[in-house]
């Protein structure tokens, strides 16, 4: 059941209602056969998945307590993340395995293995296994108690507003919220409607729109010039944003709307100064998790710089490959591993530079310099998430380095598929985006600020965006509800 679909606008106030109508004690029974029900709109089957998974890790988790010994829990700890990380691996990379394997194979004459099993990837299987994953390795450190009612534990891993894509909740966050009655609360509601407004806003007007002619470059590449290839990795970029950031604000505005605060997901990445900060700033619960169940678990920077430089490079692959079974994703992974340990090898040299040349590091035209110069670095790289192949990401490259006099193969926006005003309505969203996420930087949310306005300041801005939504939505005859982007990890 996707957000942008008639399905969830009738889906949700049921959903939400059922949670405040009924006792609390049946309030956690409802939300958990919701979420049942919304992720089985996919494919009943795959829920055993998730069953599985929520299975293995709460009886690990009720087992910890019980070994009495640090190599026990360590035995508890490694059954669980075998049992997890193994079905994970079998539905999600042994194709891409067995295919690179046959591949080595034919260069020495011998035969192939076998091609595996071709099925759908299980809608968010990445993201409730690594949810379920980091409550187990809590309980084991003891930063919380194991969760004895099986209903709630099955309502943190399957929770329907982020199980799809995110964000990836902590159970010491989500757990005493699902233990906590929570009333209905008008302020609240409107907050995470307000949200949910901007989250259709950003999939709707920008990302679907950018989507067109990202999509006619990419799907064949080699056919486009400097400016064109040029205008698909930065449309893509802000595309991807768009999308990603559009589902975390429906996720998050929608477990609000039912009394629930969820982790924010993004804080303006695009406005970072440098790779790590964008990092700081980019799909934020991830980036956490990696830091703090891979990156700290290698060592950290503890252990000196090289060290660290390897134990980064590791995180970013790792990250990559969770990203998808694709060389491409690799790619994309190892190559902001190269961005970040360039970035620490080389700051020293970087500070001497401004030194030498009385570059002052602290003022706002060096800050917009640095911001424009990360964001190039992000987009570029992002030409590997976005192509089919490594080919494709090739020509791409190869495309932003050739010149073309008629930049749209002759024919305008037309030769992309597209027409000038789904051109300049994109441009102009784009700007509008970047606006209010300098405010957001500047004033924190902006949605706590709306409502502290006038009545009639709240009702304008809150119909402007039904209007943008209505207006310059994706619709149209022939429209399909385009999936996010994320659901495919």
Not at 162 to 168: C, D, E, F, R, T
Not at 272 to 300: C, K, M
Not at 447 to 461: D, F, G, I, S, Y
Not at 469 to 474: A, E, L, T
């Amino acid at each position: 059941m996707l957000f942008n679909s008639i399905r969830f606008v009738l889906f949700f106030p049921l959903a939400a209602a059922g949670s405040f109508v009924l006792p609390h004690k049946l309030r956690n029974l409802f939300l958990l056969a919701a979420s049942y029900f919304f992720y089985m709109c996919w494919s009943p089957r795959y829920a055993l998945l998730m069953l599985f998974s929520t299975l293995v890790t709460w009886a690990a988790g009720l087992l910890l307590p019980r070994a009495k010994t640090a190599r026990g829990r360590q035995w508890v700890v490694a059954a669980c993340l075998a049992a997890n990380l193994g079905v994970l691996v079998a539905f999600k990379y042994t194709g891409f395995f067995l295919q690179n394997l046959n591949a080595l194979l034919a260069v020495f004459g011998l035969g192939a293995v076998g091609q595996g099993f071709s099925v759908l990837l299980p809608v968010g299987i990445s993201f409730y296994t690594f949810q379920a994953i980091g409550y187990t390795i809590d309980v084991c450190r003891g930063r919380l108690a194991p969760e004895k009612s099986f209903c709630t534990y099955a309502l943190f891993v399957s929770f329907f507003p982020q199980l799809v894509a995110g964000p990836i909740e902590r159970s010491t966050n989500m757990l005493p919220q699902l233990k906590t009655p929570r009333p209905f609360d008008y302020d609240e509601a409107k907050a995470g409607l307000v949200q949910m407004l901007w989250g259709y806003i950003q999939k709707l007007v920008i990302a679907d729109r950018l989507a067109l002619l990202v999509d006619a470059v990419f799907a064949a590449p080699g056919q486009f010039g400097s400016l064109a290839s040029a205008l698909a990795a930065v449309f893509f970029a802000v595309q991807l944003y768009c999308d990603f950031s559009s589902y975390s604000d429906i996720a998050i505005g929608a477990a609000r709307v039912m009394g629930f605060r969820l982790t924010r997901n993004f804080n303006a990445p695009y406005l970072s100064a440098s790779i790590g900060e964008f990092w700081a700033n980019w799909h934020v619960t991830l980036s956490n998790w990696f830091r703090d169940y891979l990156y700290i678990p290698l060592g950290g920077n503890r252990k000196g710089l090289w060290r660290t430089c390897l134990n980064l490079m590791i995180v970013f692959l790792v990250s990559g490959l969770w990203h998808g079974a694709a060389w491409t994703f690799v790619a994309w992974g190892g190559l902001h591993g190269a961005y970040t340990v360039a970035s620490r090898l080389s700051g020293p040299l970087r500070a001497g530079l401004c030194a030498a040349l009385h570059i002052n590091r602290q003022s706002r035209l060096h800050r917009a310099a640095c911001v424009l110069l990360t964001f190039g670095f992000v987009s570029l790289a992002f030409v590997f998430f976005r192509a089919a192949s490594l080919s494709d990401a090739a020509a791409v490259f190869r495309g932003l380095l050739r010149w073309d006099p008629a930049p749209f193969g002759g024919a305008g926006f037309e030769g992309l598929g597209i027409d000038a005003a789904d051109f300049w309505v994109g441009c102009a969203a784009i700007l509008c985006l970047f606006i209010t996420d300098l405010l957001r930087k500047k004033r924190g949310p902006l949605t706590p600020l709306l409502l502290t306005k006038p009545l009639a300041v709240q009702w304008a801005v809150l119909l402007a965006g039904i209007a943008a939504v209505v207006v310059f939505g994706m619709y149209g005859a022939g429209y399909k509800e385009v999936p996010f982007i994320y659901f495919q990890f």
